[in-house]
Protein backbone atom coordinates (compact mmCIF):
# COMPACT_ATOMS: atom_id res chain seq x y z
CA UNK A 1 0.00 0.00 0.00
CA UNK A 2 1.44 3.53 -0.86
CA UNK A 3 2.14 5.75 2.18
CA UNK A 4 -0.05 8.90 3.11
CA UNK A 5 0.86 11.75 1.16
CA UNK A 6 0.86 15.19 3.53
CA UNK A 7 -0.90 16.57 0.53
CA UNK A 8 -2.99 15.68 -2.28
CA UNK A 9 -1.61 14.75 -5.85
CA UNK A 10 -3.66 14.27 -8.79
CA UNK A 11 -2.49 13.31 -12.81
CA UNK A 12 -4.18 16.52 -14.85
CA UNK A 13 -5.54 14.70 -18.05
CA UNK A 14 -7.47 15.71 -21.15
CA UNK A 15 -9.18 14.15 -23.91
CA UNK A 16 -10.91 15.51 -26.87
CA UNK A 17 -14.27 14.57 -28.32
CA UNK A 18 -13.54 15.40 -31.99
CA UNK A 19 -16.47 15.42 -34.72
CA UNK A 20 -15.78 16.07 -38.11
CA UNK A 21 -18.52 17.73 -40.65
CA UNK A 22 -19.83 13.97 -40.92
CA UNK A 23 -20.59 13.95 -37.90
CA UNK A 24 -17.85 10.89 -37.43
CA UNK A 25 -16.34 10.36 -34.36
CA UNK A 26 -12.37 10.33 -33.98
CA UNK A 27 -11.28 7.64 -32.03
CA UNK A 28 -7.42 5.92 -31.54
CA UNK A 29 -6.67 2.28 -30.14
CA UNK A 30 -4.68 2.23 -27.13
CA UNK A 31 -2.15 -0.92 -26.47
CA UNK A 32 -3.65 -2.58 -23.74
CA UNK A 33 -6.58 -0.57 -23.29
CA UNK A 34 -8.40 -0.36 -26.72
CA UNK A 35 -10.24 2.39 -28.56
CA UNK A 36 -10.92 6.17 -26.87
CA UNK A 37 -11.40 9.39 -27.29
CA UNK A 38 -7.61 10.92 -28.11
CA UNK A 39 -6.21 12.41 -24.98
CA UNK A 40 -3.01 12.15 -22.39
CA UNK A 41 -1.90 14.07 -19.73
CA UNK A 42 -0.77 17.85 -19.05
CA UNK A 43 2.77 18.66 -18.68
CA UNK A 44 3.96 20.84 -16.42
CA UNK A 45 3.86 24.30 -17.51
CA UNK A 46 1.07 23.83 -20.32
CA UNK A 47 -2.52 24.68 -20.28
CA UNK A 48 -5.58 22.62 -20.69
CA UNK A 49 -6.39 23.51 -24.14
CA UNK A 50 -2.88 23.58 -25.49
CA UNK A 51 -2.40 19.85 -23.72
CA UNK A 52 -5.20 18.90 -25.84
CA UNK A 53 -4.42 19.99 -29.13
CA UNK A 54 -0.93 18.17 -28.33
CA UNK A 55 -2.28 14.91 -27.63
CA UNK A 56 -4.98 15.01 -30.01
CA UNK A 57 -1.76 15.70 -32.26
CA UNK A 58 0.37 12.93 -31.26
CA UNK A 59 -2.33 10.32 -31.09
CA UNK A 60 -4.09 11.26 -34.21
CA UNK A 61 -2.25 13.14 -36.66
CA UNK A 62 -5.11 15.50 -36.36
CA UNK A 63 -5.68 19.30 -35.78
CA UNK A 64 -8.47 20.23 -33.33
CA UNK A 65 -9.75 23.26 -31.77
CA UNK A 66 -11.54 23.13 -28.34
CA UNK A 67 -15.29 24.82 -29.01
CA UNK A 68 -16.63 23.46 -24.99
CA UNK A 69 -15.78 21.65 -21.80
CA UNK A 70 -18.41 18.14 -21.93
CA UNK A 71 -17.20 16.97 -18.67
CA UNK A 72 -14.75 16.53 -15.33
CA UNK A 73 -13.82 12.79 -13.52
CA UNK A 74 -12.07 12.15 -10.78
CA UNK A 75 -10.27 8.98 -10.23
CA UNK A 76 -9.70 8.35 -6.46
CA UNK A 77 -7.59 5.06 -6.98
CA UNK A 78 -4.09 5.56 -7.21
CA UNK A 79 -2.60 7.46 -9.33
CA UNK A 80 -5.74 9.96 -8.76
CA UNK A 81 -6.42 11.52 -11.61
CA UNK A 82 -8.73 14.44 -12.89
CA UNK A 83 -9.74 14.15 -16.64
CA UNK A 84 -11.25 17.31 -18.79
CA UNK A 85 -13.13 16.06 -21.69
CA UNK A 86 -13.75 18.72 -23.85
CA UNK A 87 -15.55 18.57 -27.75
CA UNK A 88 -13.65 19.68 -30.20
CA UNK A 89 -14.00 20.58 -34.20
CA UNK A 90 -11.69 19.20 -36.18
CA UNK A 91 -9.51 21.70 -37.94
CA UNK A 92 -6.97 19.54 -40.47
CA UNK A 93 -5.08 16.47 -40.33
CA UNK A 94 -6.07 13.02 -41.85
CA UNK A 95 -6.11 10.10 -38.78
CA UNK A 96 -2.94 7.95 -38.84
CA UNK A 97 -1.27 5.80 -36.52
CA UNK A 98 2.08 8.06 -35.05
CA UNK A 99 3.34 6.19 -32.30
CA UNK A 100 3.77 2.67 -31.38
CA UNK A 101 1.35 2.88 -28.04
CA UNK A 102 -1.38 4.38 -30.25
CA UNK A 103 -1.00 1.89 -33.58
CA UNK A 104 -4.81 3.03 -35.12
CA UNK A 105 -6.79 5.91 -35.34
CA UNK A 106 -9.65 6.72 -37.56
CA UNK A 107 -13.30 8.22 -37.95
CA UNK A 108 -16.40 5.87 -37.18
CA UNK A 109 -20.19 6.69 -37.43
CA UNK A 110 -21.53 7.01 -33.64
CA UNK A 111 -23.21 3.89 -33.63
CA UNK A 112 -19.72 2.11 -34.50
CA UNK A 113 -17.59 3.78 -32.23
CA UNK A 114 -19.93 2.77 -29.22
CA UNK A 115 -19.52 -0.51 -30.04
CA UNK A 116 -15.54 -0.23 -29.99
CA UNK A 117 -15.35 1.66 -26.83
CA UNK A 118 -16.23 -0.81 -24.19
CA UNK A 119 -13.86 -0.29 -21.68
CA UNK A 120 -14.52 2.04 -18.18
CA UNK A 121 -15.03 4.34 -18.20
CA UNK A 122 -13.85 5.67 -21.67
CA UNK A 123 -17.44 4.10 -22.60
CA UNK A 124 -19.26 6.37 -19.92
CA UNK A 125 -16.95 9.40 -21.77
CA UNK A 126 -17.90 8.72 -24.99
CA UNK A 127 -22.15 7.58 -24.06
CA UNK A 128 -22.07 11.05 -22.11
CA UNK A 129 -20.69 13.12 -24.86
CA UNK A 130 -23.15 11.35 -27.36
CA UNK A 131 -26.25 12.12 -25.40
CA UNK A 132 -27.60 15.42 -24.41
CA UNK A 133 -25.64 18.14 -22.93
CA UNK A 134 -27.15 19.87 -20.16
CA UNK A 135 -24.56 21.67 -18.66
CA UNK A 136 -21.06 19.99 -17.57
CA UNK A 137 -21.16 16.20 -16.43
CA UNK A 138 -19.29 15.02 -13.36
CA UNK A 139 -17.93 11.84 -12.69
CA UNK A 140 -16.24 10.46 -9.68
CA UNK A 141 -14.90 6.68 -10.14
CA UNK A 142 -12.58 4.05 -8.81
CA UNK A 143 -10.31 1.24 -10.88
CA UNK A 144 -9.83 -2.03 -10.20
CA UNK A 145 -12.26 -2.83 -11.06
CA UNK A 146 -14.38 0.14 -12.11
CA UNK A 147 -17.04 1.43 -10.38
CA UNK A 148 -18.86 4.85 -10.78
CA UNK A 149 -19.43 6.64 -7.26
CA UNK A 150 -21.05 9.93 -8.25
CA UNK A 151 -22.15 11.29 -10.90
CA UNK A 152 -24.07 14.73 -11.73
CA UNK A 153 -24.57 17.60 -13.94
CA UNK A 154 -22.68 21.00 -12.85
CA UNK A 155 -23.78 24.66 -14.50
CA UNK A 156 -24.19 24.92 -17.97
CA UNK A 157 -21.80 24.22 -20.57
CA UNK A 158 -18.33 26.37 -21.52
CA UNK A 159 -17.91 28.09 -24.85
CA UNK A 160 -14.13 28.14 -25.27
CA UNK A 161 -13.27 31.66 -26.69
CA UNK A 162 -10.17 32.40 -28.16
CA UNK A 163 -7.33 34.89 -26.96
CA UNK A 164 -8.63 37.07 -29.57
CA UNK A 165 -12.24 37.12 -28.32
CA UNK A 166 -11.07 38.00 -24.71
CA UNK A 167 -9.33 40.82 -25.03
CA UNK A 168 -11.91 42.45 -26.79
Known sequence: MTPPRDHPTHVLAVSGFVTNNSGEVLLVRVVGRGWELPGGQVERGEGLLDALRREVEEESGCIVEPVRLLSIDSRVTSPEMLVHVFACRHVGGVPHAREPAVPEAG???????????????????????????????????????????????LASGFEAASSAEVSD
Open 107 to 153: WFAPADARRLVTRSPAAERLSDALGPMHGIRHRTYRMRPYQSLEVGV
